[in-house]
């Protein structure tokens, strides 16, 4: 059964709409109502209702007697860079970092207040530890959620009420996590004092969006005593700026071609 349908069988409104979408990402052109409703299978006259409401909405677009994807769905595409593409613009730099500094690497994005980490290269001479690809890290406690969440619109920072402790060096009380944040944004990079595992500290810096939003962050982490997190913050804050530079390149392609339509 298609994820269109309900468990009963009938299709959803929504399961439509998106059964009338997905035929624009498997086409290259303009379609009319007619070929949409031979694709989907769907009866004509809902297709004919259906797409007239995607033009009154900005997700689809006329083109004569045919209908093309609206700029609205480009908006939206850009504003929320895929994780796959932030992935893919950021590996190679990630893994010569990773090389250069031969300690624990990694690409994260924030997540309610958590830090979900897209990319993990461990070190064979670094700790091992709990993060991996796909895993979750308290932000607060974190260098990387520090490095993100520090350079969010401070109205859009919200502060859960009980932080989580882990050990006697997390900053647990609102006010003094704002205090943190704001140094984190001067200095453009934040930092692990022990405060998720004891024993290990980290350096994170900010990866900014072609729109000057925070997409994410990259950082890097060792023991104490065997990682300079100060020597290695000008290394971490370069590739950020590196990756972050590569994505505005990569939207300067596709903003003449938006201009076109």
């Not at 004569?64 to 595409?77: A, H, T, V």
């Amino acid at each position: 059964m298609s994820p269109a349908h309900r468990a009963t069988g009938e299709v959803t409104s929504v399961g439509r709409v998106a059964e009338i979408l997905k035929q624009f990402a498997r086409s290259r052109g303009a379609l009319s109502a007619a070929a949409l409703a031979q694709r989907t299978g769907l009866p004509k006259t809902t297709v004919y209702r259906t797409v007239r409401e995607l033009v009154r909405v900005g997700l689809l677009e006329r083109d004569g007697r045919d209908y093309r994807p609206g700029l609205l769905l480009f908006e939206i595409g850009e504003k929320l860079p895929q994780q796959r593409d932030l992935r893919e613009a950021s590996k190679r730099h990630l893994m010569t970092l990773h090389e250069a500094t031969r300690q624990n690497v990694g690409l994260a994005v924030l997540d309610g207040f958590d830090v979900v980490h897209l990319d993990v290269f461990r070190s064979v001479e670094g700790p091992r530890l709990p993060q991996h690809s796909g895993g979750r890290s308290p932000a607060h406690a974190s260098a990387s959620g520090k490095a993100i969440l520090a350079f969010m619109p401070p109205e859009s920072v919200v502060i859960p009420g009980d932080l989580p402790r882990f050990t006697p060096y997390t900053s647990v009380e609102s006010g003094e996590l704002r205090a943190e944040l704001r140094r984190v944004r001067r200095r453009g990079a934040a930092f692990d004092r022990q405060e998720a595992i004891e024993g290990i500290v980290g350096v994170a810096a900010p990866v900014i969006g072609p729109d000057e939003e925070v997409l994410a962050a990259v950082s890097m982490s060792g023991v104490v005593g065997r990682i300079d997190t100060a020597r290695m913050e000008t290394a971490v804050r370069t590739t950020a700026m590196t990756i972050s530079r590569d994505l505005e390149r990569a939207r300067s392609i596709v903003r003449p071609v938006l201009r076109r339509r």
